[in-house]
């Protein structure tokens, strides 16, 4: 049976400059034109984050709601995750978004170590912004930075914290936290169905170099994919990648390599339960 394979483009992020790569999207205008030529190369989910005229990260929800509306105006249909990552807030402010209702948003369900600094998710953090998720109808996607994230995405799901089946991403090759390591991640992916069941859907992302690596791994392993100019700004050593769109065309290479067909926006809102 087909086991279409959705690409997730995550188009910012928080670190991210013009200065790493000036094809990095800032303004809102420039975020909605990347994601749409990502969309039209194949990628169904548009991870996203905003930033301020200076490129530093926010969480304003007034910026998060220009942003919904001119995806949903040029890319109709696109799955919309919005980032409550800690990166571009403090505290509640990182779920200020939420009431916006996007499709999805990301959840960090507990605390890890980052280049220069500790990723704070405080339990009682993540306990509000999962219940903000399931009062606003938004689907978490869990991202995973460590082993014990997966345990406490099935431990929430059980006390009814998640209610659907949990959608996990397994984040390798951030420094300081989990390396791209095969056993790893082989691993990651057994706790995965062992805990929400075989036919679980899940997805991995790979930080600078390890995108192409993860990608690959995910693709033959049946799992999801995450690329863009938030994890990784180059096309290999020697070349920054021209847009968000030719990282998306890389991984649907990747997918014909393997027989997997890229999802559909349609295939992609059913694979996840939208």
């Known amino acids: 049976m087909e086991n279409p394979c959705i690409i997730c483009v995550a188009i910012t992020g ?7 790569n000036p094809a990095v999207p800032i303004s809102i205008n420039e975020q909605v034109e990347s ?5 039209e190369a194949g990628a169904a989910i548009c991870h996203a984050h905003v930033r301020n005229e200076d490129e530093t990260p926010t969480s304003d929800p007034e910026k998060f709601a220009r942003l919904k509306e001119g995806l949903e105006k040029h890319c109709p249909g696109m799955i919309i995750q ?12 990182r779920g200020g978004m939420l009431p916006l209702r996007p499709d999805m948003a990301s959840l960090s369900v507990g605390s890890n170590n980052f280049p220069t600094r500790v990723y704070e998710n405080p339990p009682e953090l ?3 912004l999962a219940s903000e998720m399931l009062t606003h109808n938004v ?7 460590d082993l014990s994230h997966i345990l406490k995405a099935a431990e929430m799901h059980a006390k009814g914290q998640i ?9 390798m090759g951030v420094k300081n936290a989990m390396p791209a390591d095969r056993h790893v991640f082989d691993y990651y992916v057994q706790t995965v169905k062992r805990l929400l069941g075989d036919d679980v859907a899940w997805c991995a992302a790979g930080i600078g170099a390890n995108q192409a690596v993860l990608n690959d791994w995910a693709i033959a392993a049946g799992g999801h994919a995450r690329t863009g100019l938030e994890d990784n700004v180059r096309l290999d050593r020697n070349r920054l990648a021209p847009s968000n769109a030719a990282l998306v065309k890389r991984t649907v290479e990747i997918c014909e390599k393997y027989a997997r067909p890229v999802a559909t926006w349609q295939q992609a809102r059913t694979i996840l339960g939208l």
């Open 126 to 128: 993540v306990d509000w």
């Open 163 to 171: 209610k659907d089946i949990p959608y996990v991403q397994f984040v």
């Open 14 to 20: 928080s670190v991210p400059t013009k200065a790493s």
């Open 139 to 145: 689907k978490p996607e869990i991202e995973a930075f």
């Open 35 to 39: 994601s749409h030529e990502a969309f």
């Open 82 to 93: 919005f980032s409550t990552g800690g990166r571009s807030g403090a505290g509640q402010a």
